[in-house]
């Protein structure tokens, strides 16, 4: 089945760093969403891309769909402790027999020690 | 706003026993889904339904069983609980499946955590 490959799967951000993630497919999807999960608690949508080449705005965050349809990206700006927690690229591509959201395995914010 | 209402969010099983996950949503969502989440897996699709009456398989359906009598709820059922199926569990639901834009916007439950031993 498909998949996708996000990365980093970790990184550490020190309050003020821009932080960048992305998340690769080998097929294309017409649908790319990024969600964000605290600890304890289920995803929440951050972003929703339907356009390839969309750059989308969230206050500090931006994502864009890729121009080839198979990528995604998502840049936080100035970082803040409570950006911490697990990010998560899906993709989808309505209509048809399709329509279910496949996952990344997800990229890990952490605080620097 | 209740949106997506899992229980329990914390349950522990002896292996062999079976137990139901419950998950109601008050948005009138016809789609609902059930995920799984484990350590560097991320989330993996167990059973969904496109409308009440209607479910199909995920990605992971093996020793999961689900029912969508109503548009509210979509219990999730284990029938015979094993190790392999210790992990955080969320459901989730969306107004359409792949119906167009805005209709991948899962809104996610709080998550059940389930152990067995």
């Known amino acids: 089945g498909q998949q996708l490959n996000q990365s980093p799967q970790s990184m550490f951000i020190q309050e003020g760093e821009d932080v960048s993630m992305n998340c690769t497919s080998s097929?294309?999807?017409?649908?790319w969403l990024w969600y964000k999960q605290d600890p304890g608690e289920g995803p929440v949508l951050l972003i929703a891309?339907?356009?390839?080449?969309e750059l989308t705005s969230n206050g500090r965050l931006t994502a864009q769909f890729g121009i080839t349809r198979k990528d995604s990206f998502l840049n936080i700006s100035a970082s803040i402790p409570s950006d911490v927690g697990i990010y998560f690229c899906?993709?989808?591509?309505?209509?048809?027999?399709?329509?279910?959201?496949?996952f990344g395995k997800g990229t890990k914010l952490s605080v620097k020690p | 706003n209740a949106g997506v209402t899992q229980t329990p969010k914390f349950q522990v099983l002896k292996t062999g026993q079976s137990m139901t996950l419950q998950c109601a949503q008050d948005?009138?969502?016809?789609?609902m889904s059930w995920y799984r989440q484990d350590p560097g897996m991320g989330l993996r699709l167990i059973h969904y339904s496109v409308g009440a009456g209607i479910t199909d398989q995920g990605e992971v359906p093996n020793g999961y069983n689900v029912s969508r009598s109503t548009t509210e709820d979509f219990p999730l059922r284990l029938l015979s609980a094993a190790p392999s199926q210790t992990s955080v569990y969320f459901c989730?639901?969306?107004?359409?499946?792949?119906?167009?834009?805005?209709?991948?916007?899962?809104?996610f439950g709080e998550g059940s955590r389930l152990t067995v031993l």
């Open positions: 097929s294309i999807f017409n649908t």
């Open positions: 948005m009138n969502h016809e789609y």
């Open positions: 891309l339907y356009k390839a080449g």
């Open positions: 989730a639901s969306s107004y359409a499946r792949g119906a167009g834009p805005n209709t991948g916007e899962l809104f």
């Open positions: 899906a993709g989808m591509n309505y209509g048809g027999s399709q329509g279910n959201l496949i």
